[in-house]
C-alpha cells in the first residue's frame, strides 16, 4: 500500500474493522515497527515516537490522578520543549479552544465521555506536532455528541491547521472531515481506493444530505464491498 | 433524561441532626451503656479482681503507671519499634512492589519465594529473629518489619500491574523515557494500592510490636501486658491491652485518612 498526505492536508482512512487502519495509525506514531516497507515523515523515516506526532486515541486515556490541566500540560511536559511560562498559556489557549474553559480543574472521572475526548485532543494539539494522528477518536460517543464533536474538530482544525490522518470505520464521518478518503481493505492491508471531497469549508452538518455528498459515500461503499474476501461491512474480523 | 428526574440535581433532602450523625449516636451510646454496666458491676463488687478488672480502675492504674511507673518509657519503647519497623517496611515494600511489578521475568523468579514467606505465620520465625538479633530492640524492629512487609508488597505489586496499558501507550506516544514512565504513570497510578497496603502494614505491625515483646526483652507494652498476666495483675494487663486498642484505632483511622486523600481523583466506589 502506497499514501502520500500532503502538509496541512486533512486525510481519513476507513475500512471495516480488522483492517489494520489501528495498526497503520500506530506504526505512524511509531508505537509498532514494521517488517518493511516504508513510513517517513519529511524524509525522514519513522524510528519510534516523535515530537512531530501526536495521538488521539480512540480511548481517552487520561491520567485519572491529574486535573484537566495537568492532563493538557502532560505531552508538553514529557516532551521539555516549552518553558513552564509558555505551557501555563498553552495549556489555557487549547482548553478553551476546545470549549472546556472553566474545567481546568476538574478530574477526567467527572467529565462526560465526549468532554475526556476534548480534553484528549487538547493534550495532543499543546505538544504542537506537525501531524496530529486520530485513532477512531469519536467512535465510543453517541450519535449527537459525535456530530457535535466533528463540527468542533472542523473549527479547532481550521484554526491549528495541522496535518490529519483520521481513522474511522464510518464512511460519512470521513467524508464531512476529510479532504481525501482512502479506502482500506483487510488481508491483506491495502489502500484500495483514494476518494477526493470537493467541498468547500467550513461545511455545515447539512452537508451530509446534499446529493453530491451521498454520491461519494456511495461510491466509497461500493469501493469498500467489492473486497472478495467479505460478504459485506460489519461482519467478524 | 428530563433534569428534574435527575437525582443529583435535587436539592439534597434535609436530614434532621440525628439522621446525618446516626451512626455515631448509636455506636456511640452502645459503648457508653456498655462501660457504665462494666463499671456499676465492677463497683457492686460482683467482679473478680483476679479474673477482670473495672474501667474506673484501669483509670487508675493509667494514672498511676503514668505518675510513677515506666509506662511512658515502655510507649516510647513500643513507639519507636513500631515507627522504624513499619518505616523500614514501607519504603523496602514500596521499592521492591514497583521493581517486581514492572518487571514479569523478575517477578517469575522471586514469586515462589514470596508465595512460602507469605504463607508463613510470621510468629513461626521469631525464635530465629531471636538467634539472628538478640533480645534488643533490632529483633523487635524486625518481627515488626516482617509483619508490615508483606501487605505493602503484595499491594504494590498489584498497583502497578493494574496500571491502565492504555496511558503507558499515551505517554510513550509523546516520546516518555522509561523513567519519566516511572514517575508519572507507574508511581502515581500506584498510590491507592500503596496506601491500602499501608493501612494493613500499620494493623499487622502493631501487633509485631506486641508480639515481638512478649518473646524475651523486658520494655514496652507487650512486655507490660505480659509480665502483668504472669503476675495476675489483671488491671495491668486490661491497661495495656487498652492502650494497644487506642493506638490501633487512632494509626488505622489516620491510614484511612491518607488512603482516601490520595484517591480523590478515583471515580465514586
Same mark, same amino acid.
Given at each position: ?50 515530537v512531530n506526532?501526536a +495521538?488521539v486515541?480512540?480511548?481517552p486515556s487520561l491520567l485519572p490522578w491529574r486535573t484537566i490541566a495537568g492532563n493538557v500540560r502532560y505531552g508538553m511536559e514529557l516532551q521539555k520543549r516549552f518553558d513552564d511560562a509558555a505551557m501555563r498559556e498553552r495549556t489555557d489557549g487549547f482548553i478553551t479552544l476546545v470549549g472546556l474553559a472553566g474545567f481546568e480543574r476538574h478530574y477526567p472521572?467527572e467529565l462526560?465521555?465526549?468532554m475526556q475526548q476534548r480534553v484528549n485532543l487538547a493534550r495532543a494539539l499543546a505538544s504542537d506536532p506537525a501531524?496530529l ?23 479547532i482544525?481550521?484554526q491549528a491547521r495541522k ?75 | ?92 515494600? +514500596? ?75 499515551a505517554a510513550?506516544s509523546f516520546c516518555a523515557s522509561?523513567?519519566q514512565?516511572?514517575t508519572t504513570v507507574?508511581?502515581p ?47 495491668? +494487663? ?11 484505632? +487512632? ?13 480523590r481523583w478515583?471515580?465514586?466506589?
Amino acid at each position: 500500500m502506497s499514501l502520500a498526505v500532503a502538509d496541512g492536508e486533512f486525510v481519513a482512512i476507513v475500512g471495516p474493522s480488522g483492517c489494520g487502519k489501528t495498526t497503520l495509525l500506530n506504526i505512524i506514531a511509531g508505537l509498532l515497527t514494521y517488517d518493511d516497507g516504508s513510513v517517513s515523515i519529511d524524509g525522514a523515516a519513522i524510528r519510534g515516537p516523535g515530537v512531530n506526532r501526536a +495521538v488521539v486515541f480512540q480511548h481517552p486515556s487520561l491520567l485519572p490522578w491529574r486535573t484537566i490541566a495537568g492532563n493538557v500540560r502532560y505531552g508538553m511536559e514529557l516532551q521539555k520543549r516549552f518553558d513552564d511560562a509558555a505551557m501555563r498559556e498553552r495549556t489555557d489557549g487549547f482548553i478553551t479552544l476546545v470549549g472546556l474553559a472553566g474545567f481546568e480543574r476538574h478530574y477526567p472521572s467527572e467529565l462526560s465521555g465526549g468532554m475526556q475526548q476534548r480534553v484528549n485532543l487538547a493534550r495532543a494539539l499543546a505538544s504542537d506536532p506537525a501531524v496530529l494522528l486520530m485513532d477512531e477518536p469519536f467512535a465510543a460517543l453517541d450519535a449527537q455528541t459525535r456530530e457535535h464533536m466533528q463540527l468542533e474538530l472542523l473549527k479547532i482544525w481550521s484554526q491549528a491547521r495541522k496535518t490529519v490522518i483520521f481513522i474511522t470505520h464510518q464512511i460519512n464521518e470521513a467524508i464531512y472531515l476529510a479532504d481525501r478518503v482512502a479506502v482500506m481493505s483487510p488481508r491483506p492491508g491495502r489502500i484500495k481506493g483514494v476518494f477526493a471531497v470537493p467541498f468547500d469549508r467550513p461545511r455545515p452538518l447539512a452537508l451530509k444530505r446534499d446529493p453530491r455528498f451521498l454520491e461519494i459515500e456511495d461510491a466509497i461503499w461500493r469501493t469498500v464491498e467489492e473486497q472478495p474476501d467479505r460478504l459485506g461491512i460489519g461482519g467478524t474480523s | 433524561m428530563i433534569a428534574t428526574d435527575d437525582p443529583d440535581l435535587l436539592p439534597p433532602p434535609r436530614r434532621s441532626l440525628y439522621q446525618r450523625y446516626e451512626a455515631l449516636i448509636l455506636g456511640g451510646s452502645a459503648v457508653i451503656l456498655a462501660l457504665l454496666v462494666w463499671e456499676a458491676l465492677w463497683e457492686a463488687g460482683r467482679i473478680s479482681p483476679l479474673f477482670f478488672t473495672g474501667p474506673s480502675q484501669v483509670v487508675e492504674r493509667f494514672g498511676a503507671e503514668w505518675t510513677e511507673g515506666r509506662l511512658k518509657q515502655d510507649m516510647l519503647y513500643s513507639g519507636r519499634n513500631f515507627v522504624v519497623g513499619v518505616g523500614l517496611a514501607i519504603s523496602s515494600g +514500596v521499592v521492591l512492589g514497583v521493581v517486581i511489578g514492572w518487571y514479569r521475568r523478575l517477578a517469575m523468579i522471586v514469586e515462589p519465594f514470596l508465595t512460602a514467606l507469605y504463607s508463613t505465620p510470621r510468629v513461626a520465625l521469631i525464635p530465629l529473629v531471636l538467634i539472628w538479633f538478640g533480645i534488643g530492640m533490632w529483633s523487635k524492629v524486625f518481627i515488626v518489619f516482617i509483619n508490615a512487609f508483606f501487605p505493602v508488597l503484595i499491594n504494590t505489586i498489584g498497583g502497578v500491574r493494574a496500571i491502565d496499558r492504555d496511558l503507558l501507550r499515551a505517554a510513550r506516544s509523546f516520546c516518555a523515557s522509561d523513567s519519566q514512565i516511572f514517575t508519572t504513570v507507574v508511581v502515581p497510578g500506584s498510590v491507592p494500592f500503596i496506601l491500602t497496603g499501608v493501612r494493613q502494614a500499620v494493623s499487622l505491625g502493631l501487633i509485631g510490636v506486641v508480639v515481638g515483646e512478649m518473646f524475651g526483652g523486658s520494655e514496652g507494652i507487650g512486655y507490660m501486658v505480659n509480665y502483668g498476666g504472669q503476675t495476675f495483675q489483671t488491671d495491668t +494487663v486490661f491497661l495495656g491491652v487498652v492502650i494497644i486498642a487506642f493506638a490501633g484505632i +487512632v494509626l488505622t483511622w489516620l491510614a484511612e485518612r491518607l488512603e482516601r486523600h490520595f484517591s480523590r481523583w478515583r471515580p465514586e466506589r
